[in-house]
């Protein structure tokens, strides 16, 4: 591992995944010397925890940075993730905007992070839904060969912003109290108790939202397998952190439940919970606040013979965000791939 130091910028730190991301910067000793968060113009000047003062994105004020992670939307991304890059810095994206880019890995710490070993300075971490689902799904894809996938999701509100959890409770508590609700913002319809199909939008002569094609185009890159054909249904359901989701698997080779519950347990960031009868599954209110990816409900699929059901759940703002971007810092850094540490400032020194 590299003796690195590195300047830090986290650019939507005021934000649920932002703020994630500076308590994961401290809290796992990524090593930094200075760590400077950044949002939009509304927030400047705001302190954060740890006394760090938000600053806005001006090109002058982007100079210096060894590593940028992105949180600020995809919008922010595009304009401002090259900037940074030219300046300098490796940038870690939150948003989608980069993702499918030929040009940039897309990786999962405990799935593909060789790949990471490509990138020309920036590095996108996937959509939430997608990060659980192929951490469970990278082992059984390397025994038995995944040929088909059917998933249903049911995603928290956290997944859409602050603004929705923000929507949900009040909802909830006018309904709770026999008052009328105010129209809808975050969604097209009331998500108190209630389930949208609907998770993101529709994009023009599309009937899949955004989000499905997220996580079928996303898992395809991730895994490296363009042959693995998807079917995506994402909802939106009134929890409030934490996205569950039921996969049904389809593999080439023969793969039997005891089998998968095996690989599961011994894979890297899973969690398996899988005692049914004691009513003991993942549950997304277990799942808040950890950084695992819990599996259970893994059973034959009685309609066919090389099929498996599984119940697949994390946390979206931590394994399925944040985690996952502080996770591909510090391969980063373990690689020399930083600027600031000392192999890569070998290589610039004997490129240039
Ligand atoms: N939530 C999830 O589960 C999840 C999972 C994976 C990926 N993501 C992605 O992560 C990003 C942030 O999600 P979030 O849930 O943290 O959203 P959020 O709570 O709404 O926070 C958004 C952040 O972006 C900042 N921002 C907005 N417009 C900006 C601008 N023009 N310039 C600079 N900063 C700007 C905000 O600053 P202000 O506070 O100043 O407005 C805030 O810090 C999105 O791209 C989202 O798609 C989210």
Partial sequence: MSNGSYRVAVVGATGQVGTLML????????????????????SVGRELEGGVVVR???????????????SAGGS???????????????????????????EVPLVVAE???????????????PNCSTMQMVV??????EEAGIERLVISTYQAVSGTGRRAVEELLEQ???????????PP????HQIAF????????????????????????????????????????????????GHSEAVNVQTREALSPERARELLEGAPGVAVIDEPKASRYPLAIDAAGRDEVFVGRIRRDPGHERALDLWIVSDNLRKGAATNAVQLAELLHERGLLAGSPDARRTARSAA
């Avoid at 799935?111 to 971490?125: F, K």
């Avoid at 508590?173 to 009328?180: D, G, K, M, S, T």
């Fill in 56 to 70: 806005g994105l001006a090109r002058a004020a982007i100079r210096g940075f060894d590593l940028a992670l992105f």
């Fill in 76 to 102: 922010t991304s595009g304009e401002w993730a090259p900037r940074f890059r030219e300046a300098g810095a490796t940038v870690i994206d939150n948003s989608s905007r980069w993702r499918m880019d030929d």
């Fill in 136 to 141: 469970a799904l990278q082992p059984l894809h």
């Fill in 172 to 182: 909830s508590h006018a309904l709770l109290h026999e008052q009328r609700i105010a």
């Fill in 23 to 42: 308590e994961l910067l401290r809290e796992r000793e990524f090593p930094a010397t200075e760590i400077v968060p950044f949002a939009s113009e509304r």
């Fill in 111 to 125: 799935v593909n992070p060789d790949a990471i070993e490509e990138h020309r300075g920036i590095v996108a971490n």
């Fill in 194 to 241: 209630n389930a949208l199909p609907q998770a993101g939008g529709f994009a023009a002569g599309e009937d899949h939202t955004d989000e499905e094609r997220k996580l079928m185009n996303e898992t395809r890159k991730i895994l490296g397998d363009d042959a693995i054909r998807i079917s995506a249904t994402c909802v939106r359901v009134p929890v409030i952190t």
């Fill in 185 to 188: 913002h975050a969604y097209a």
